[in-house]
């Protein structure tokens, strides 16, 4: 079974330009996370889908960032525009959906994306 | 508020010995916490959980312990060898109610070096 991948796992931009990032998660998981590892510091959670809707968005940092997950299959994660600050590594996990509201499965984790910005 | 933290950033042993890696929680109703490894260009790989219920739990040459009296827990690895060298990440699974899934709330992590 293929694990989850990310897309690309490099880039590298300069301030003020766009990028996307793209996270595929294993074949079949409902759940769908993003975080994001800045410099020294923890991974932080950014947000959370379940199929295609956003179950919790309370990470994002600002309206810079945007994902979106049409169709609930695989997801995009946009910075526009992107500062300096945005530089990291930006991670993506999924996991199966539960029949019980309120349980928990393991996250599986990609590879992540290093964005640098300059 | 809601943290998660590690005691100690750097971790050396020699190979064969056991280690051991700290955390402290602070949200007293977390229910589920995680062990992840981090091993360079990698994302974080799942080793074992605990659920709140419990205050030990054991798998393949880990162990984590839980004591939430103090919010505390640790992971335990036997006769460490080089391959377990990487950044090991406690996490607190946070569901809010009659939600999916839910987020992970990371610690920053304790880099273990493993001496041949």
């Known amino acids: 079974e293929a694990g989850v991948t990310q897309f690309p796992s490099h880039s590298v931009i300069e301030k003020g330009q766009t990028v996307t990032l793209r996270c595929d998660p294993i074949?079949?998981?409902?759940?769908l996370y993003w975080y994001r590892r800045v410099m020294g510091k923890e991974i932080k959670f950014l947000l959370h889908?379940?199929?295609?809707?956003?179950?919790?968005e309370s990470g994002m940092p600002n309206n810079r960032f945007l994902a979106e997950r049409t169709g609930g299959t695989y997801s995009t994660l946009k910075v526009q525009p992107a500062e300096l600050e945005d530089s990291g590594v930006y991670f993506c996990?999924?996991?199966?959906?539960?029949?019980?509201?309120?349980?928990?499965?393991?996250?599986?984790f990609g590879p992540g994306t290093r964005l640098t910005v300059l | 508020g809601e943290s998660v933290g590690l005691h100690l950033p750097t971790l050396s042993v020699q190979e064969g010995d056991n280690s051991i890696i700290n955390c402290a929680y602070s949200?007293?109703?977390?229910?589920?916490f995680i062990w992840y490894k981090q091993e360079s260009g990698k994302g974080p790989q799942f080793i074992i959980d605990?659920?709140?219920?419990?205050d030990k739990r054991q798998g393949q040459r880990v162990t984590v312990l839980l004591n939430k009296t103090v919010k505390h827990l640790s992971l335990q690895i036997a006769a460490t060898q080089p391959g377990d060298s990487a950044v090991y990440f406690c996490?607190?699974?946070?569901?809010?109610?009659?939600?999916?899934?839910?987020?992970?709330?990371f610690g920053q992590g304790t880099e273990l070096s493993v001496k041949p």
């Open positions: 889908f379940v199929k295609e809707s956003k179950q919790d």
């Open positions: 996490a607190e699974n946070i569901v809010p109610p009659g939600n999916q899934g839910g987020k992970l709330i």
């Open positions: 949200n007293s109703a977390s229910d589920y």
């Open positions: 605990i659920r709140s219920n419990m």
């Open positions: 996990a999924s996991s199966p959906y539960r029949k019980l509201a309120g349980g928990t499965d393991t996250q599986y």
């Open positions: 074949s079949g998981h409902d759940n």
